[in-house]
């Protein structure tokens, strides 16, 4: 279950440094005694100071990576601009992020200083920019030729409201994008107090939503990097390693495919049960519940995928649940199908987990958040199969699959592939985990 909350987790220096380190480690105790377990290392011995064998066997996946055309944001555009005339909205403005950059291709960290684009129902799309970082946005910028800059001493506010007086927008609705901060909208609600104020959200999800094959393929090639990865990872698991070794075995196989900005979560034993993971030191021991929960982005695009698997053999406890998560992960994937409500794929998950005797609805143990989200340039976006929520399931929709068991005091178990809908119905990107002791298909 991939979130933002789990993106300060992605490789830095200090990442890298810690890698390396825990290389070290991780290779001389590996070296000192070879283990057979399912999903344990190899036991050769690594030079100190190198990663290990299956880390450094790895070679890049960037090989025939498309990013996304030009033409295709262009339709993006005219798409946004179609579903503004049938909400009845006159222009929808974005800060940097997500949405900026699906529509645009402009990515611009934000700050203080407001960075933003108009995008109007009817009319030239335009820039609100710094005066002084006019030149780095010109490099950025690939649609409109509208650049309003202005200076420390002056407001961007008034840069927006007079874009929708050079537009025809005196009165109407204005979109404003979920993620734009409030200072901003205050700022721009103060400068045009005429005009209404309304969620830009139909326009971009209603956008953001429906993947292409572009997108898709984008995609497809972030989860098989991430297979590469934990396959690499888990082969290097040993008695005592620490959640954070593996975790930066994880991430240093990511860097050696060339994977761009992932994170790792990664628990052991009674900790598996936290569905996002525990702060507490952790060490790997013999019969263990190893999860793993993360992702990587190739082109901004996202993958999310859990396994959870034993470190020895398993008891037989351990193996009933997993089942069980195994039957709600794939009752849910059956049930995704186009024009089911999104609601109908997390009761099918729920009613396995509930019909074995956990829950029910959120009770723990028990299955205690949602059975998926949406997917795409964020790790988590609309829309979600959850309890309430009848959206339709449409071709080019993007979900993870990822119901729980958790029973705090013993362990957790999440099985989570990513799936796309087509006419004919659902489509793993990955296959699912197909026993307890064999993560990998």
């Not at 927008?169 to 409030?182: A, C, H, K, L, M």
């Not at 959206?391 to 068991?405: A, H, K, L, R, V």
């Not at 362990?411 to 990513?418: P, V």
Request: with cysteine.
């Amino acid at each position: 279950m991939l979130i933002n909350r789990r993106r300060f987790l992605s490789w830095s220096a200090a990442a890298s440094v810690a890698a390396v380190t825990a290389a070290r480690t991780s290779s001389a105790a590996h070296a000192q005694g070879a283990t057979d377990r399912p999903g344990g290392g190899t036991g050769d011995a690594i030079p100190v100071g190198g990663l290990p064998a299956p880390i450094r066997a790895l070679r890049p996946m960037t090989l025939g990576i498309v990013p996304i055309s030009n033409d295709e944001r262009q339709a993006r555009l005219e798409r946004a601009r179609r579903l503004m005339a049938e909400n009845h909205v006159d222009a929808i403005y974005l800060e940097g992020g997500s949405s900026l950059f699906y529509f645009t291709g402009v990515r611009w960290g934000l700050s203080e200083r407001p960075f933003l684009a108009v995008i109007p129902a009817k009319g030239e799309l335009a820039w609100v920019c710094p005066a002084f970082e006019e030149a780095r946005a010109r490099e950025l910028i690939k649609f409109g030729h509208d650049l309003r800059t202005w200076q420390e001493d002056e407001s961007p506010y008034r840069a927006i409201a007079q874009i929708l007086r050079d537009r025809g927008v005196t009165t109407g609705r204005i979109g404003i994008e979920e993620r734009v901060r409030f200072f901003v909208v205050n700022g721009v609600m103060n400068e045009a107090p005429a005009l209404n104020y309304v969620e830009a959200t139909p326009i971009t999800a209603g956008c953001r939503m429906i993947k292409s094959s572009a997108e898709i393929a984008l995609m497809q090639r972030a989860n098989d990097m991430t297979i590469a990865a934990y396959k690499a990872g888990f082969a290097t698991m040993h008695e005592g390693m620490t959640q954070n070794e593996l975790r930066d075995n994880i991430l240093a196989a990511y860097r050696a495919i060339g994977a761009q900005g992932p994170a790792v979560a990664v628990s052991f034993g009674k900790y598996t049960a936290f569905p996002h993971g525990s702060i507490t030191p952790q060490k790997l021991r013999d019969g263990d519940l190893v999860l793993v929960d993360d992702g990587c982005s190739v082109d901004g695009y996202q993958s999310d995928i859990t396994r959870t698997t034993v470190f020895g053999k398993p008891s037989q406890r351990q193996s009933d649940v997993w089942e069980v998560e195994h039957r709600a992960q794939a009752a849910a994937f059956a049930a995704a199908r186009p024009g089911v409500p999104c609601e109908a794929v997390d009761a099918a998950a729920r009613k396995v987990i509930t019909d074995a005797g956990f829950g029910p609805d959120y009770k723990v143990p028990g299955l205690p958040h949602r059975t998926g989200h949406g997917i795409g340039l964020d790790g988590h976006e609309w829309t979600n199969f959850v309890r309430g929520n009848k959206t339709t399931i449409q071709p080019g929709m993007c979900f993870s699959d990822e119901p729980m068991i958790a029973i705090y005091g013993e362990f957790g178990i999440r099985l989570e592939d990513c799936l796309y809908i087509t006419d004919s119905g659902p489509h793993f990107f990955t296959q699912p985990s197909p026993a307890i002791d064999k993560p990998f298909a």
